[in-house]
């Protein structure tokens, strides 16, 4: 997979924003992409930009909310084919030692 993205979708709501939350990564099921939630949003990879917006969309509409505040980063790199779990990879490789500091 070539593009690799951040996605966070929140209802901007005073109360837990979990089950809103729920509903914006379940919505990523039915969409050809990979994906895994951390605290501070979703990293998904796509074949295509096309396949990536498509499925952040469903994700920012799934959330039943009257503001929904989503950010989307993308990165496309289009010279390689480097999924997001080789960019960490090479980050541990230089650092001689797991990307954290506690155990996951």
Do not use: W
Not at 26 to 37: G, H, I, K, N, S
Not at 74 to 81: L, V
Request: aromatic share 2%; hydrophobic share 45%.
């Amino acid at each position: 997979m070539t593009v690799v993205a951040l996605l966070s979708v929140a209802p901007v709501i005073e109360d837990s924003m979990a089950g809103e939350v729920a509903k914006a990564v379940d919505a990523l099921e039915d969409y050809d992409v990979c994906y895994e939630t951390n605290p501070m949003g979703t990293v998904i990879e796509a074949e295509t930009t096309d396949e990536l917006f498509a499925a952040a969309q469903a994700a920012h509409d799934a959330v039943d909310a009257d503001r929904v505040s989503t950010v989307l980063k993308i990165d496309d790199k289009r010279t390689r084919d480097i999924d997001a779990s080789e960019k960490v990879d090479v980050v541990e490789e230089r650092l001689g030692r797991p990307a954290r500091n506690r155990e996951a």
